[in-house]
């Protein structure tokens, strides 16, 4: 057993090692993307005040490290990035590969062109692993990385709702309860009060710009995409449930979130690019999904694996149709600009 054990481990570390080196070679080695040249701008000239102070001193403590260009500054935030995700994802689930090409469908190539959500991405990631194992310091911990990620981009503020995961209603009556919020939310977008709220509190003039202003009928596609991955999960979920699988994700807890992320669906009211806040929940749901599967096909194979099998793959093809695949400026140019392939 701990042969076949040690065997499996082996052949997936060489199956993930080619796609981890390509993809970071593609991701280290971008010279070009929609935001390059504005970061680069800014890290040479220094930015302005709408940049949140975290980002500003991530930047001076890499400079009297010794990283004194913007390339190099790339390069490190490269290595933070892909390796979280690459450390992440072989603790959580036994089919590191799956994952990893999933994530490269998407978002990947949005990671890369997005600096600071990037970074943000990777801590939500870590905050809500910490959140999970439920003891006595994790909500402290978890709302310091959430104001940590805060400071690098005001949006991560939004996910401090994580912490009322606990909130002692059934799941199905909590599902009403979300959706209803969600709906007064959204009827609330059309009244100037989140935007007065915003100049309260005093956000960036990106997010007040957001906030007093309401996106077209493209928001109905980020809200469909991420109900049909919440099915997606819940299927899996229930087929856990149903098998008393042993997984290495509580699958309870994940639920709790992808509950809560219902209240976020408003967001897209404003702008569609509150996409990226789904990305955490969207990447732990993979890692749940293909270990679930893992250990259900380790007994008996079902048409139920080989369906849900398929629409974890159809739910990211979908993610990457609508906001990868019709924009070249985000996906080829990270093969014909990038210094190593070139």
């Given at each position: ?11 997936n ?7 981890i080196?390509?993809?970071?070679i593609?991701?280290?080695f971008n010279t070009?993307?929609?935001?390059y ?5 800014f ?5 302005d005040?709408?940049f949140?102070i975290?980002?500003?001193?991530l930047?001076v403590a890499l400079?009297l ?6 390339q190099d ?6 290595v933070?990035v ?12 036994n089919r590191?590969?799956?994952v990893?090409l999933l994530?490269?469908i998407y ?16 801590i ?8 999970m194992?439920?003891?006595k310091l994790?909500?402290?911990i ?6 940590l990620?805060?400071s690098?981009?005001?949006?991560a503020?939004l996910?401090?709702?994580f912490i009322?995961?606990k909130l002692?209603?059934?799941?199905e ?6 959706f209803g919020?969600?709906v ?6 059309y009244t ?12 960036s003039?990106?997010?007040?710009f957001?906030?007093?202003n309401h996106a077209?009928?493209g928001m ?15 299927k ?9 699988l042993?997984?290495?994700i509580?699958?309870d807890?994940?639920f ?6 219902i209240?976020?669906l408003p967001a897209?009211?404003f ?18 999904i293909?270990d ?9 194979s079902?048409a139920?694996?080989n369906?849900l099998?398929?629409?974890?793959v159809?739910?990211f093809?979908?993610?990457?149709a609508f906001y ?5 400026d985000?996906?080829?140019v990270?093969?014909?600009?990038n210094s190593f392939l070139?």
């Open positions: 057993m701990k042969l076949s054990l040690k065997n499996n481990t082996f052949i570390i060489c199956m993930c090692i080619p796609i080196i390509f993809m970071w593609l991701y280290a070009y993307n929609g935001d040249e504005v970061y680069e701008k890290y040479y000239l220094g930015m005040s709408t949140e975290g980002f500003k001193s930047i400079d490290l010794g990283v004194t260009t913007y500054f790339f390069v490190c935030i490269s933070f892909l390796g979280t995700i690459v450390l992440i994802t072989f603790i959580n689930t590191p590969f799956v990893f994530f490269f978002p990947f190539f949005l990671v890369v062109e997005l600096v600071r959500y990037s970074i943000v991405f990777c939500i990631l870590v905050a809500i692993f910490i959140l194992k439920e003891n994790s909500v402290p978890y709302i310091f990385l959430v104001l990620a805060t690098i981009h005001t949006s503020l996910f401090v709702i009322f995961y002692p209603v059934s799941q009556r909590k599902i009403k309860i979300y919020m969600s007064g939310i959204a009827l609330l977008s100037n009060i989140f935007y007065y709220i915003g100049l309260y509190l005093g956000l003039s990106k997010l007040i957001w906030l007093e077209s009928l109905l596609v980020p809200i469909i995409l991420q109900l049909f991955s919440m099915y997606v999960f819940i899996t979920y229930r087929l856990s449930k149903k098998k008393h042993n997984t290495k509580n699958g807890f994940l709790e979130l992808n509950a809560l992320m209240l976020l897209y009211f702008t569609s690019v509150f996409a990226r806040t789904y990305w955490p929940i969207l990447f732990i749901n993979c890692l749940y293909t679930v599967l893992y250990h259900q096909r380790n007994g008996t079902t139920t694996c369906m099998e398929i629409l974890n159809i739910q093809v979908l993610w990457s990868i695949i019709p924009r070249e985000v996906w080829l990270k093969f014909t600009h070139n």
